[in-house]
């Protein structure tokens, strides 16, 4: 904290010599520290930095900036802990990659199978899944919001989704038809499921939510969820 | 200085106390602010229905109370222990919507296992069956929605005063299919002896329960017949739902022909050559034929590409299969499987 506050000082020093050398070019230099104290202000009250003009910032850095927040996420489902990190800084980017991702994984041949599932009908299902799943929190009268609970039960697809790329290297290696590969995904895939949904009752079942004595009513179709998605990447053979 | 500092820290231990009562008394404030609030909302009930909040007094339940609504559903019983009573001061609907989904995503689950351990062992390429799913969800969201609003109708007809209210009605089918959610798990032990006695088990069970539920309020009807009539009728729903799903997800017959038995005394090397051809029979068998034979025609050279077949024997078992319905290819393989064997 202190050491930000250092870099805001230094910040707030070069815009008050920036406003200095501004002056011979009729801006309106009266507002310039006033607009500074207020973001100063802003950043004494312990709020995030980024309030800071991501205007001037290059593209590049702002990218960057989401992509490493969008990591480190991705970093927090990964080995499970209890934190308020998802339900904060919620965004829907994670969800959708991953989303997407599986879509892409689990996409059977139409051609060579017509009961094969399509890339529409597995993204339908993961995102109609995690809207009921969220509804039936909110109707548990959970102390959440919507998108709150859709990212963490995106987010909480990264094992799944590694799984399922798994897979497709097993089936590569192995084949189709020998029972130690498919014994061996079945396995991985259970794994997999039982992490998604210790992950996301890691922040779900969060007191914060105040689902006192109904946590295991709001955890149940978050597993079934999870286990139907799981089922898919058993069953995908392609 | 001992002396200055120990006042110090006399200061900053009584400054924390003094944050705590202040704190505690903004908690209690605000604890009676939220009370009074939801007094409020209790009292006027100011939710509209397209409020979330409204529905969330039919979510209104602890997983005890869900519980031994459960265990209700499974174990008839009269009086004080009746679902009925279970579920009369607060009718959820969170019971009856998750144990549908569950039952719909088992039975269509279930399905397809019971089609992968029937052709265990064997090269078979194991596919999502989604109609299964479509079907099975079909089916269980008609017999769970729209039956209880048939009932509710023909109660509002009969009786002057409905001692049933809709919410009921549609908490008690719901819960009455939970026992076919283990059953349909057990059913994939594919003995057909078992299977018939859990799908007995799961009807007698089920229906008893519902006849129990239902009984005290339709056998009072002016028209005695009329209400033995209608728990006819929703004992036979239930046993032709529990018999149906059992036929059509679980018990169906392995497709292709059974062309195994015919090479058992051949020779190893000629043996797995069968194995091959009654594979590739199977799969060219189960295969939907698209409308357009040109197709066809390159998916069935696709599949059978894998097996070292003839090239002439090839082609003419595709034709074959281009020619004919499903059912009639398998007909027709019988008299294959004789020649084949022979030769």
Not at chain 2, 165 to 181: P, Q
Request: hydrophobic share 45%; charged share 15%; net charge negative.
């Amino acid at each position: 904290m202190s050491n930000s506050n250092e870099e805001t000082m230094q910040f707030l020093n070069a815009g008050s010599n920036f406003s200095d050398l501004e002056g011979e070019l009729n801006v309106p230099t009266q507002n310039r520290p006033q607009s500074s104290n207020k973001t100063a202000t802003i950043l004494n009250m312990g709020s995030t930095q980024e309030i800071i003009s991501t205007l001037d910032e290059p593209v590049s850095v702002t990218i960057s900036r989401d992509l490493k927040a969008v990591a480190y996420k991705f970093g927090h489902v990964f080995f499970p802990k209890q934190s308020t990190l998802l339900l904060r800084d919620w965004d829907l980017w994670g969800p959708l990659t991953l989303c997407v991702i599986l879509s892409i994984t689990l996409e059977g041949d139409s051609k060579l199978d017509s009961n094969a599932p399509e890339f529409a009908s597995i993204f339908a299902l993961i995102s109609f899944g995690a809207i009921i799943v969220t509804i039936n929190t909110k109707l548990l009268s959970g102390k959440i919001s919507f998108f709150q609970s859709i990212c963490v039960l995106g987010y909480c697809l990264l094992p799944l989704v590694l799984v399922a790329i798994l897979n497709d290297l097993i089936l590569l290696i192995t084949g189709n038809t020998s029972v130690i590969s498919f014994s061996l995904r079945f396995i991985l895939t259970l794994i997999s499921c039982f992490w998604s949904v210790f992950a996301s009752t890691a922040f779900l079942a969060a007191d914060t939510i105040n689902l006192t004595d109904r946590k295991a009513l709001a955890t149940y179709p978050v597993f079934l969820f999870y286990f139907v998605i799981s089922w898919l990447i058993v069953l995908d053979t392609n | 200085m001992s002396n200055d500092g120990s006042g110090q820290t006399h200061i900053f231990t009584s400054f924390p106390e003094s944050h705590d009562e202040m704190h505690s008394e903004i908690n209690l404030e605000n604890e009676q602010k939220t009370s009074l609030l939801e007094d409020n909302f209790t009292s006027e009930k100011t939710y509209s229905v397209w409020q979330i909040e409204y529905y969330q007094k039919y979510f209104n339940l602890s997983t005890s109370d869900f519980i031994s609504r459960l265990i209700g559903s499974v174990i008839p019983s009269f009086g004080e222990n009746s679902l009925l009573n279970k579920i009369r001061p607060s009718p959820d609907l969170y019971g009856p919507f998750w144990i549908t989904t569950t039952l719909i995503c088992t039975i269509a689950i279930g399905g397809n296992l019971v089609s992968f351990i029937q052709n265990f062992g064997k090269s078979y390429t194991w596919q999502t069956d989604f109609h299964k799913v479509t079907s099975s969800a079909f089916t269980i969201v008609l017999y769970s929605l729209v039956l209880p609003a048939i009932l509710y109708v023909i109660l509002r007809s009969r009786q002057a005063r409905a001692e049933l209210e809709f919410i009921e009605i549609l908490c008690i089918y719901g819960y009455s299919l939970a026992i076919y959610v283990p059953v349909s798990l057990l059913w994939l032990i594919n003995v057909p002896f078992l299977q018939w006695t859990f799908v007995l088990i799961a009807i007698i069970l089920s229906s008893s329960v519902l006849f129990v539920t239902f009984w005290p309020i339709f056998g009072q009807d002016q028209n005695r017949n009329v209400g033995l009539g209608i728990m006819l009728v929703i004992v036979l729903l239930n046993a032709l739902l529990g018999i149906g799903f059992m036929l059509y997800f679980f018990h169906n017959p392995s497709p292709g022909p059974n062309v195994t038995t015919t090479i058992l005394n051949q020779s190893t090397t000629k043996r797995k050559k069968l194995d091959d051809v009654s594979d590739i029979l199977k799969r060219i068998a189960s295969i939907e034929l698209t409308r357009d034979p040109h197709v066809d025609d390159v998916i069935l050279i696709e599949l059978s590409n894998p097996y070292k077949l003839n090239n002439d024997f090839r082609r003419k078992l595709l034709d074959k299969r281009l020619s004919r319905r499903r059912n009639d290819f398998l007909q027709s393989l019988d008299g294959l499987e004789w020649r084949l064997s022979t030769s």
